[in-house]
């Protein structure tokens, strides 16, 4: 059973470029969440969506960022016009159901995305 | 003030030895999550705990809900053990989790 894939892994781009990331949950799991860890400082949640549904988005940047999870294919995180405080690590994690916030989330390995 | 507080920030410790992570909260959770980051940045759920006490290998996690506080024991640590390791909660029922800053454990032979 394949865990969480994200890609790409490693990502550079210019301030005014768009970024997109991909993440595939895991088999069965039909919720995804997008975390981001900044240089030097811990994870923090970003967005949580089901399949066609964002659930809670709180964690999103109000400008630039968004966040999709199709009914069909990967769940998608989008920087527009990145800029150099975009650089970091960003998280996907999946899980298979919720009962009442009690879920193991399984991670997957992050896409580095460094803005120049 | 962070929700979620982890001490000590880093950790050296030299194989063999007992270790003790301590985490604690300000808020109402429904779990407590203890994840490993490797070197490589990979990410690993260790434990999911909502009482009691979970044991896997050489790891003991605890949790205690009226002192809202948690441990992460590893016993005989060894160099492979060297990693960053995370406390998370989910608050309340929600799915979203916090986290803790990490604590930096490094194990020498």
């Known amino acids: 059973n394949a865990g969480v894939m994200q890609n790409p892994r490693h990502l550079v781009r210019r301030r005014g470029q768009e970024a997109r990331l991909r993440c595939s949950p895991m088999?069965?799991?039909?919720?995804v969440y997008w975390y981001r860890q900044l240089p030097e400082e811990g994870l923090k949640f970003m967005v949580y969506?089901?399949?066609?549904?964002?659930?809670?988005e709180s964690g999103m940047p109000k400008e630039r960022f968004s966040a999709e999870f199709p009914k069909e294919g990967p769940s998608i995180l989008r920087i527009q016009q990145v800029v150099r405080g975009d650089s970091a690590a960003y998280f996907c994690?999946?899980?298979?159901?919720?009962?009442?916030?009690?879920?193991?989330?399984?991670f997957g390995p992050g896409t580095r995305l460094l803005v120049l | 003030k962070n929700e979620v507080e982890q001490s000590p920030q880093n950790l050296t410790a030299q194989e063999g030895e007992f270790i003790t992570i301590n985490c604690s909260y300000s808020v109402g959770i429904s779990a407590l999550h203890w994840l490993q980051q490797h070197p490589g940045g990979g990410i690993v759920s260790l434990f999911m705990l909502s009482s009691g006490k979970k044991k896997h290998g050489r790891l003991i996690a605890t949790i205690n809900i009226q002192e809202k506080h948690s441990s992460l024991h590893i016993t005989a640590s060894h160099p492979r053990d060297s990693a960053v390791y995370i406390c998370a909660v989910n608050t309340g029922t929600a799915s979203k989790l916090t986290f803790g800053t990490g604590t930096r454990l490094q194990v020498t032979l």
């Open positions: 088999k069965g799991h039909s919720h």
């Open positions: 969506l089901q399949k066609e549904n964002i659930i809670d």
């Open positions: 994690a999946s899980s298979p159901r919720i009962s009442g916030g009690r879920e193991t989330q399984y």
